[in-house]
C-alpha cells in the first residue's frame, strides 16, 4: 500500500468513537518502534514530521524510512499498514509547499498566534495548494502553552479556541482537520505541582481539560475531525528512572489518560504524541547507561530505546487511543 491521507481513516474514527496516534518522528529507531507496534495492533497510523525534525534528519530519509516501513510491514507481515505523512506545525506556505511537493500526504499550518483573519488567508493559501496536489490540511484556532519548534509559548500567551469562531474559520479557510487548545501543552512540562492537587492515592492531578469547548466545537461542526496537539501523558516511572539515573526533570507532569481516553470516544479523531515517546527512549538509555557503563556500541542502548518506543506506543493504541485492530 502507498501512503494515504487522512481522510477515510478520520471517517471512521469519528464513526467508530477512537481516535489515531500521531507520532512524531526523527530517526530511523522511532520510526521502527512506532511502525512496528502499528503492526502488531493493526492500527492506522500518523507519522509526523516538525519543521525540527526535517532539519535535523532531511526530508528524503524520513520519506524513505517511513517508505521502508510500509515494505518491512508488506513483507515480514503481510500487512498493508496504512500510514500518513504529516508535517506537524507548518509556519510558512513555503514550508508546507515544500513537504506537499516531496510527497507527505498531510500537512499542519498553524497561524494559531495570528489574528483570526491573517490565519485564515494563509491557511486557505495552503489549503488550495494542498488540495490541487490531492493532500489534505489541519489547521489551528486558540494556541497551546509549552515548546513549539523552539519556541517557547508561555502559558499567558496561550487561549482557549472560542466555539463561536470554529464554523467560520473551516467554511473561509477549507481546512480538512482542526486542532483546537482546550488545556493540553507542549513538552514534558505541561504543569507544575503547584498547580495539582492529589487524589487518594497520592498522585498528583493536573486540572481537567475544557471538555465543555470541546463539546461546544463538536455541536458546531458536526462529524467534523478535531485534534488535540500536546497529549502527552509523562508517565512517572519515566521519569522517576530518568531522574535516578543522572537526570534532572523536576515538575514534569502531563495529561492523565483518562482524560485522552474520554477525547478519543468523541469528536477528537488524531491525538499528538511526541514527548512521551522522548521520555521512553531517554529513560531506557540513560538506565542502560548506568547498568552497563563499560558499554559504548550504539547498538547495545538504541536497540532497547526501540522496544520502550514500540511498547509505549502498543500502550498508546490499545488503552487510550482504541484504534487496535482498525487498519
Ligand atoms: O509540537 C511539537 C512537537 O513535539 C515537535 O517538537 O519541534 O522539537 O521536533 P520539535
Ligand atoms: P507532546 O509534547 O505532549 O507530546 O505533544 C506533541 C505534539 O503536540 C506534537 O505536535
Ligand atoms: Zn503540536
Redesign the pocket.
Given at each position: 500500500m502507498a501512503l494515504v491521507t487522512s481522510t477515510e481513516m478520520f471517517k471512521k474514527a469519528y464513526d467508530g468513537g477512537y481516535a489515531i496516534g500521531a507520532f512524531?518522528v526523527?530517526n530511523m529507531e522511532i520510526i521502527q518502534g512506532i511502525t512496528e507496534a502499528a503492526i502488531e495492533k493493526r492500527a492506522p497510523l500518523i507519522l509526523q514530521v516538525?519543521?525540527?525534525?526535517r532539519a535535523?534528519a532531511k526530508h528524503v530519509y524520513l520519506m524513505h524510512l517511513i517508505k521502508a516501513a510500509i515494505e518491512d510491514a508488506e513483507q515480514t507481515a503481510g500487512f498493508d499498514l496504512p500510514i500518513v505523512v504529516h508535517l506537524?506545525?507548518g509556519d510558512s506556505f513555503e514550508l508546507c509547499k515544500s513537504c506537499i511537493d516531496g510527497g507527505f500526504t498531510s500537512v499542519m499550518i498553524d497561524k494559531s498566534g495570528l489574528p483570526f483573519d491573517e490565519n485564515v488567508k494563509i491557511t486557505r493559501q495552503v489549503v488550495e495548494y494542498a488540495h490541487d496536489h490531492g493532500v489534505v490540511v489541519e489547521a489551528e484556532l486558540g494556541s497551546l502553552a509549552?515548546?513549539?519548534?523552539?519556541v517557547k509559548v508561555s502559558a499567558e500567551d496561550s487561549s482557549y479556541t472560542r466555539p463561536e469562531e470554529v464554523q467560520e474559520f473551516v467554511e473561509r479557510t477549507g481546512c480538512d482537520s482542526l486542532a483546537i487548545a482546550i488545556g493540553t501543552s507542549?513538552?514534558a512540562y505541561k504543569f507544575t505541582a503547584a498547580q495539582c492537587t492529589r487524589n487518594e492515592k497520592g498522585i498528583l492531578v493536573p486540572p481537567p481539560l475544557r471538555f465543555d469547548i470541546l463539546d461546544e466545537v463538536s455541536k458546531r461542526l458536526p462529524g467534523f475531525p478535531i485534534v488535540l496537539?500536546?497529549s502527552s501523558s509523562v508517565p512517572q516511572e519515566f521519569v522517576r528512572i530518568i531522574n535516578e539515573n543522572g537526570g534532572k526533570m523536576p515538575d514534569a507532569i502531563g495529561i492523565p489518560e483518562e482524560q485522552l481516553r474520554q477525547a478519543a470516544r468523541g469528536a477528537v479523531c488524531k491525538i499528538?504524541i511526541?514527548?512521551d515517546l522522548r521520555l521512553a527512549m531517554t529513560a531506557c538509555i540513560r538506565q542502560h547507561f548506568c547498568e552497563h557503563p563499560d558499554h559504548f556500541d550504539p547498538r547495545q542502548y538504541l536497540k532497547p530505546a526501540r522496544i520502550a518506543i514500540k511498547e509505549m506506543v502498543e500502550h498508546k493504541l490499545v488503552d487510550v487511543l482504541g484504534c487496535d485492530g482498525k487498519a
Open positions: 512524531n526523527n516538525s519543521k525540527g525534525a535535523y506537524d506545525h509549552g515548546v513549539e519548534d523552539e507542549h513538552g496537539h500536546g499528538n511526541d514527548s
